[in-house]
């Protein structure tokens, strides 16, 4: 590594990398941002100007046989990342790639198998796992805070897809398109049962699933043309996890924002709501815990043991993702492996295998844990 810092090239810098991963390793002493690669020469370089970072590309190979960059990371649509995983991974790189890993899970365990054979460390970009309130009500359910947790009811609401009247921009038209492998299902749906299935230490054994496209016409905000849908925007989803526990949600598109996840044990209640109005993968929770019958619902903190940077350092959407960074920072140091990894993303892809074939048969799915 470069000096003593971890040395990053970021592949698709001009969108969700300037946004929010840039921004993260900037407040990070741990990395060092050596190169960012976009498409365009002019938004390459600007951004390169902007943050202070001394190379740019616009061929991401260039940026993936830059000697100083130690960890390669793919920010950019799904259908891409296939191709660029195998070439930072046959370039002897650390990976880390966004969520959805692939394209499908055949997908996802080819380059699973090949990060595994290259020695390298990978991350699946699934950061709510380092979201501090996920990882305080993770740590009191394994405490039994509420003996033995009975179910999940969730409630989500996202104004970020389109609904009905809506329009939408040409960067995210994509999105419209479920051959893409980025919608309401994978993307919004994803972070959350691998959130759920995190905070509860825990699988799902079954699984039943209703997946609809209610808008099914979306115009494009720069042209006006009409795209026909047909990716999902509406999930209902019921399942049952390894531990008993059983799930009962509803994703859906809306015009306001709204998440709310009540844990139900056989000794209480935890409620955590949406505190500002982003997504499951970003945000920030209102926690609250009731204990006992009749009782009114108690606010509860998140001990700062479990903010790994201060909240003030970095904006709201980079900050779970600053902590995962962190997380990987010491599993390297401390030659550990607690950061979610390609194995991670090849499991939550079989999961939505398995609701895509529920949703399509209308039959509960059962699913192979693995040991």
Not at 301 to 316: G, R
Request: hydrophobic share 40%.
């Amino acid at each position: 590594m470069r000096s003593d810092k971890i040395g990053v090239g970021i592949i698709g810098a001009s969108g969700w990398g300037k946004t929010a991963h840039i921004p993260a390793l900037q407040a990070l002493s741990e990395f060092e941002i050596i190169a960012v690669c976009t498409t365009r020469q002019k938004s390459a370089e600007e951004i390169a100007q902007s943050f202070g970072i001394n190379h740019f590309y616009t061929n991401p190979y260039d940026l993936v046989a830059n000697p100083d960059v130690d960890l390669v990371v793919i920010t950019v649509k799904v259908p891409d990342h296939n191709e660029l995983v195998r070439a930072a991974l046959d370039a002897g790189k650390h990976v880390y790639c966004e969520w959805p890993l692939a394209l499908n899970t055949a997908e996802a365990s080819d380059i699973f198998r090949l990060a595994t054979a290259k020695g390298v460390r990978h991350i699946t970009g699934l950061q709510a796992r380092a979201n501090p309130a996920i990882n305080y009500v993770k740590d009191l359910l394994s405490e039994d805070y509420l003996g033995k947790v009975l179910s999940i009811n969730v409630s989500y609401s996202m104004p970020g897809f389109p609904t009905k009247g809506s329009t939408i921009d040409q960067a995210h038209a994509y999105l419209l398109d479920k051959k893409n492998g980025a919608d309401q299902l994978t993307i919004t749906t994803g972070h959350l049962l691998d959130g759920i299935t995190y905070l509860m230490g825990s699988p799902f054994t079954k699984i039943s699933a209703s997946l609809e496209t209610q808008y099914k016409e979306i115009s494009v905000m720069e042209t006006g043309e009409v795209i026909q849908a047909n990716a999902p925007d509406y999930v209902a989803i019921n399942g049952m996890l390894k531990s008993g526990a059983l799930l009962s949600g509803q994703i859906r598109n809306s015009k306001i924002a709204g998440l709310s996840i009540e844990i139900v044990g056989t000794q209480g209640e935890i409620s955590m709501k949406s505190k500002d109005g982003l997504m499951f993968q970003w945000d920030a929770f209102n926690l609250q815990a009731v204990l006992e019958e009749n009782q009114a619902f108690q606010p509860l903190s998140v001990p700062s043991h479990y903010y790994h940077i201060n909240p003030q350092e970095v904006n709201l959407i980079s900050y779970n993702i600053a902590q995962l960074y962190t997380q990987f920072a010491n599993d390297l140091r401390k030659n550990t492996y607690t950061t979610p990894d390609f194995q991670t993303g090849c499991r939550l892809h079989y999961l939505l295998d398995q609701i895509i074939q529920s949703a399509e048969t209308g039959t509960v799915q059962y699913l192979t844990i693995e040991e």
